[in-house]
Structure formats: C-alpha cells, structure tokens
C-alpha cells in the first residue's frame, strides 16, 4: 500500500468516526428532548346507597373499553391511583369508573399529569347481596336465592304430596327475620278456637313474622268426607294472631280439593269450617213518621227560615245577609244539631279578638247558638272590600280562622280575588274571623340561583426553586356553587403575562384541581397569577434541562471511543513506508 493510499484510508476513517459521532449525539438529544407521558392522579371517595364504603372496594377507571387505572378503597371507602404509563388517550377524553364492577354516575376528563378528585357513588342496590335460603315443607327440601332480599324469579314450593304449596311471584322482598331457613311442618297442637269454627288441618310455617311483599299465595289440600256439618263451600284458611283465629278470603276448588289465599308473613295456618249458626229472624222496626221542624235564620239583621225533617235539611240552603257580605251554604240532607234551639244567627263584632303574630285581623263574626252542628260541614262564604285592607295584607294572603280557647285556628280557605270573596268550611258554630298574613310574615321568596358561579383556590407552585429549564407544576382547585352546569377557561399567567390556558366543564357543587407544566430558562423571580390567586417560583442559574446523569458516562464511552478511531488511523498511517 503506497502512502497516498493509507493517507486516504486513514482521512476516510476519520471522517466515518466524526459522522457517526454526530449521529450518536443527535439520537441522545432527540431521545432527551422528548418528555415522557405523565401519569394521571385520581382520588376522592366512595358512596354505595348513600353511606361511605368499606375497605377492599374495587376502582376501575376506563376510556372506552381500554382500562386506565385500578384502586381499592380503605377503611375509610378512600381511594388514590395513577394511570398506566402505557395507556395514553387523548388529551379530554372521558374517563368512566366502575365501582365492584358498576359504572358510576360520575366522570373525569383525562389530562396528562393532571390531579383529579372525583368522589363516586352508586345505588345500594347496584352492588347486590345474594343470600340463599333453605327450604323444607314437609320434608321436601329446595332453595330460595335472594339478592338484596329480593326473589328475582317466579318460585313454587310444595311437598312431596303437595298437601302444601307457597307459590312467590317474581321480585317478592321477603324479610326472614334473620333466619335462613323456611319451612312449614304439620301442627300437631294447634290453639284451640273461641268461635263455633272447627278444624279440619293445621300447619307450622316458619320462621314466624317472616313477611312478604307482594303476599305469598298458599295451597292446603282437604280430604272427603269432611266431617258432620261440614260443606266444602264453606271451608277456608285462617291464621293464628296470638290469640284468636282469623279468617282469610279464600277459595275452595272442590275439583283439586285445594283451598287457597294469600299471606303476608308467617305463623300457624289452618283450614277450618264454621258450623251453620241458625239466625233469628229480627222484629221488623216500625217506620217512625217523619217529624218536619220550620228553623228560622238572622243573617246579620236579614230573617229567613229553611225546614229540618228527622234533623237533616230537606234541600239544598242558603242564608244570606241582604248586601251579600256573608252567607251560609248547607248541603240537601246535612244533619242539623241546634242544641234544642230553632234559630240560627249570625252577628259581626264590633271589636274583633286580637289576631295572631304575622296576621291582621279583618272582619270578626260569632256564630250561634255556640256549639251547634252540621254533617257534612256547611260552607261559609265572607265578602272583603280590597280597598280596606291593610297595606302590608295582600288579597292572597287572606283566610278564615277559628277562635278556641282565645287562640286562632287557620281553616283551609280559598280566597275569589274576582268575587272579593273567602271561604271555608265549618262543622259547628263559634267565632270566626276574616285574618290576612303581613308581607312580613310571608317574607319575600329568595331569588334562585340558576347560573354556575365559579371559584379558584388552593394555589400550589412545586418546586419553588427550580434550575435553568427544569420544569415547574402549578396547580389550582376549580370549584362550581351555582346551581348549573358550565365551562370556565382557566388561564395561567406568569409575571401578568398569559403563558397557558385550559377549558373545564364541572357539574354544580363539583371542584377539579387544574395543572399546568411550565419551565423558564433566565434565572430570576417569577409571579404566578390565576384569578385573584398568586404565587411565585424562583429560577437558578445552571442547565435543569441536560439529560440525567446516568447518560454522562454513556456519552463519555462514545466520546472515546471516536477518538480512540482517530489515534488508531494516525497510528496507521505514520506506520506505512513507501514501497521499493
């Protein structure tokens, strides 16, 4: 090899080690440059049927089918998870959760890096608890399976000789008092009977107070011949209370020799007759001659009369004043009681009774005789003049009140602002009063809040001193009061500069802690704003943003390693000699 040649072997290999070794530099900074994915922080708390979860509840967080993060609650039904590295959706994408496997009613949006709380809540029913209950009637054996107490299908349970059947409708809640096991055996003790009711069977259905809604329809077979005075037409079921039998509404099928009713809870059941009781047959009671009494009425000064037969009114009545400020309405047939009296009257007072705190009194009216009587009650109907009322009483605000005992008794009244009437109904005669409640007393209703209210705190800066280029979190809590939902952009500002924003949407009553990644280059003080909330960082001189430092010493072995090339190709070629 001449010594051109090994001089131009020897640049080719120095310009291959200077290319390659920035290509090797150019990998590392693109590989540095590139931040990885961060992690998502979810934690808040867990409801099931409105009262806080135990421990060991399960979490899932998902975006569409893909599975983000998993958590189980403590003690306290708490949870705190972070998102898989490896799961990386859109940024905004909604975040679904299911509690031991039931969705939630709640969702988040995803954000890389972002710290979520989201407080989840199910139905207590979402979550269900199977029991399965064992039953024997009459020795046949067979199982209930309730989840939250609750038959979910159609069941029959009879005996081997179907002497028994309990048939349970779909969705029956059954209450088994604790107990676990149903049964039903043959009662070879039953309580005797006070009434002329007798025997025929009797069963034992266990656990006694057990209750279904809706009833359980039970079965009992009979067998022919019945005793003496019996008739299968008069055979029925009836339970023991306690103390007495009672009857059920039953039916007999005389094909089957089955009869059947229905029951809410267990106890003793039997089937019984009752023997034929031979009734008398009552002395017919006369027909007593109608007795016809003309009453007589005064009306705040206007007479009038109205007939009573047998104490009822014979027609329907009115009695009125002659300017039309007060009137009494009775119904055909409302029976009159008078207290031995024959006249009705009806006088206003001077001075009406001091009304209750909040209303004003308007007009005041007694009633005799006191204590007379009406079935059905009669209504009275009282004119107001709307230009006398108080200021502060509104015609709304009108009703009629009873006085006892010196204290006012407000009646159901309904107020005609066409008729400038009021009226109620009474079912005896004493004093009575036109009151109106005050504007005070009715207050005036608040005005609702319809629209979001928004609000930020717990402004959180992390580090607060940080290098050339390092990366700075700032975080706030955004929080809805009002009463709809709405979105609210939220913009960061450094040293009253906007530097970055975000768009969230929360339901009323619901907060989110809102992240934002900045870092600077010039070392100095830097304000951070958002809304009235404000704090700084400090930025230090140095390079933050270098790569770390286990990748110093894979750079160094690049380094020398090219530069051991080089040496080697001068070596080389200081070797050759010309050829002779």
């Given at each position: 090899?001449?010594?051109?040649?090994?001089?131009?072997?020897?640049?080719?290999?120095l310009?291959?080690?200077?290319?390659?070794?920035?290509?090797?530099?150019?990998?590392?900074?693109?590989?540095?440059?590139?931040?990885?994915?961060?992690?998502?922080i979810?934690?808040?708390?867990?409801?099931?049927?409105?009262?806080?979860?135990?421990?060991?509840?399960?979490?899932?967080?998902?975006?569409?089918?893909?599975?983000?993060?998993?958590?189980?609650?403590?003690?306290?039904?708490?949870?705190?998870?972070?998102?898989?590295?490896?799961?990386?959706?859109?940024?905004?994408?909604?975040?679904n959760?299911?509690?031991?496997?039931?969705?939630?009613?709640?969702?988040a949006?995803?954000g890389?890096g972002?710290?979520?709380?989201?407080?989840?809540?199910?139905s207590?029913?979402?979550?269900?608890?199977?029991?399965?209950?064992?039953?024997?009637?009459?020795s046949?054996?067979?199982?209930?399976?309730?989840?939250?107490?609750?038959?979910?299908?159609?069941?029959?349970?009879?005996?081997a000789?179907?002497?028994?059947?309990?048939?349970?409708?779909?969705?029956?809640?059954?209450?088994?008092?604790?107990?676990?096991?149903?049964?039903a055996?043959?009662?070879?003790?039953?309580?005797?009977a006070?009434?002329?009711?007798?025997?025929?069977?009797?069963?034992?259905?266990?656990?006694?107070?057990?209750?279904?809604?809706?009833?359980?329809?039970?079965?009992?077979?009979?067998?022919?011949?019945l005793p003496?005075?019996?008739?299968?037409?008069?055979?029925?079921?009836?339970?023991y209370?306690?103390?007495?039998?009672?009857?059920?509404?039953?039916?007999?099928?005389t094909?089957?020799?089955?009869?059947t009713?229905?029951?809410?809870?267990?106890?003793?059941?039997?089937?019984?007759?009752?023997?034929?009781?031979?009734?008398?047959?009552?002395?017919?009671?006369?027909?007593?001659?109608?007795?016809?009494?003309?009453?007589?009425?005064?009306?705040?000064?206007?007479s009038?009369?109205?007939?009573?037969?047998?104490?009822?009114?014979?027609a329907?009545?009115?009695?009125?004043s002659?300017?039309?400020?007060?009137?009494?309405?009775?119904?055909?047939?409302?029976a009159?009681?008078?207290?031995?009296?024959?006249?009705?009257?009806?006088?206003?007072?001077?001075?009406?009774?001091a009304?209750?705190?909040?209303?004003?009194?308007?007009?005041?009216?007694?009633?005799?005789?006191?204590?007379?009587?009406?079935?059905?009650?009669?209504?009275?109907?009282?004119?107001?003049?709307p230009?006398?009322?108080?200021?502060?009483?509104?015609?709304?605000?009108?009703?009629?009140?009873l006085?006892?005992?010196?204290?006012w008794?407000?009646?159901d009244?309904?107020?005609?602002?066409?008729?400038?009437?009021?009226?109620?109904?009474?079912?005896?005669?004493?004093?009575?009063?036109?009151?109106?409640?005050?504007?005070?007393?009715?207050?005036?209703?608040?005005?609702?809040i319809?629209?979001?209210?928004?609000?930020?705190?717990?402004?959180?800066?992390?580090?607060?001193?940080?290098?050339?280029g390092?990366?700075?979190?700032?975080?706030?809590?955004?929080?809805?009061?009002?009463?709809?939902?709405?979105?609210?952009?939220?913009?960061?500002k450094?040293?009253?500069?906007?530097e970055?924003?975000?768009?969230?949407?929360l339901?009323?009553?619901?907060s989110?802690?809102v992240?934002?990644?900045?870092s600077?280059?010039?070392?100095?003080?830097?304000?951070?704003?958002?809304?009235s909330?404000?704090?700084?960082?400090?930025?230090?001189?140095?390079?933050g943003?270098?790569?770390s430092?286990?990748?110093?010493?894979?750079?160094?072995?690049?380094?020398?390693?090219?530069?051991?090339?080089?040496?080697?190709?001068i070596?080389?070629?200081?070797?050759?000699r010309?050829?002779?």
């Open positions: 090899m001449t010594l051109l040649n090994s001089k131009k072997l020897a640049l080719n290999v310009l291959g080690s200077i290319v390659s070794l920035f290509i090797v530099a150019a990998s590392l900074n693109a590989a540095y440059a590139q931040p990885p994915t961060m992690p998502q979810f934690y808040g708390t867990v409801t099931i049927g409105g009262s806080t979860a135990g421990a060991g509840v399960s979490i899932v967080a998902k975006v569409g089918a893909e599975q983000l993060g998993t958590g189980i609650t403590d003690a306290q039904g708490r949870f705190n998870f972070n998102s898989d590295y490896n799961v990386n959706p859109a940024t905004g994408s909604t975040v959760f299911f509690v031991n496997g039931v969705k939630a009613g709640q969702t949006l995803f890389s972002e710290i979520t709380e989201v407080n989840l809540s199910v207590a029913t979402a979550v269900p608890t199977t029991v399965s209950i064992t039953t024997n009637i009459l046949q054996t067979d199982t209930l399976s309730l989840s939250n107490g609750v038959l979910g299908t159609a069941k029959t349970l009879a005996s000789d179907n002497r028994i059947k309990l048939n349970f409708a779909a969705n029956t809640s059954i209450n088994m008092q604790g107990q676990t096991t149903l049964g055996a043959s009662e070879s003790n039953p309580p005797a006070a009434d002329n009711s007798t025997l025929v069977r009797a069963y034992s259905f266990t656990p006694s107070g057990a209750t279904f809604s809706p009833a359980v329809t039970v079965t009992l077979t009979y067998e022919t011949p003496s005075g019996a008739t299968e037409s008069g055979l029925y079921i009836a339970y209370d306690g103390s007495t039998w009672q009857k059920l509404t039953s039916t007999v099928n094909a089957t020799k089955e009869v009713a229905s029951v809410s809870h267990f106890t003793i059941f039997s089937i019984r007759y009752a023997a034929p009781v031979t009734t008398p047959t009552p002395t017919p009671t006369p027909t007593p001659t109608p007795t016809t009494v003309t009453m007589t009425s005064n009306v705040l000064g206007t009038g009369s109205f007939p009573v037969s047998n104490g009822a009114v014979t329907a009545t009115s009695l009125s002659s300017n039309g400020s007060l009137s009494i309405g009775l119904a055909a047939n409302t009159v009681n008078l207290q031995g009296s024959q006249n009705i009257s009806v006088a206003q007072l001077a001075t009406p009774p009304a209750p705190a909040g209303s004003k009194a308007i007009a005041a009216y007694s009633f005799s005789p006191d204590n007379s009587t009406f079935s059905p009650a009669l209504t009275v109907t009282i004119k107001y003049d230009d006398s009322l108080p200021a502060d009483v509104a015609e709304s605000n009108l009703y009629i009140a006085l006892q005992n010196n204290n008794t407000e009646l009244s309904t107020v005609n602002t066409s008729d400038k009437t009021v009226s109620a109904q009474i079912s005896h005669f004493s004093t009575y009063a036109v009151l109106g409640r005050t504007s005070t007393a009715t207050g005036t209703p608040a005005t609702p319809t629209t979001a209210a928004f609000s930020t705190s717990d402004l959180a800066v992390t580090p607060a001193s940080a290098k050339a390092e990366m700075v979190t700032v975080s706030v809590r955004v929080a809805n009061s009002g009463a709809a939902e709405a979105s609210k952009t939220v913009i960061l450094i040293n009253d500069q906007e970055a924003q975000k768009n969230v949407t339901a009323p009553g619901v989110k802690v992240s934002f990644n900045v600077k280059t010039a070392p100095g003080q830097y304000k951070v704003s958002i809304d909330q404000s704090d700084s960082f400090q930025v230090t001189a140095g390079s943003g270098q790569p430092d286990m990748s110093m010493p894979i750079i160094i072995i690049i380094a020398a390693g090219g530069l051991l090339v080089i040496i080697l190709a070596v080389l070629v200081m070797r050759q010309p050829s002779g």
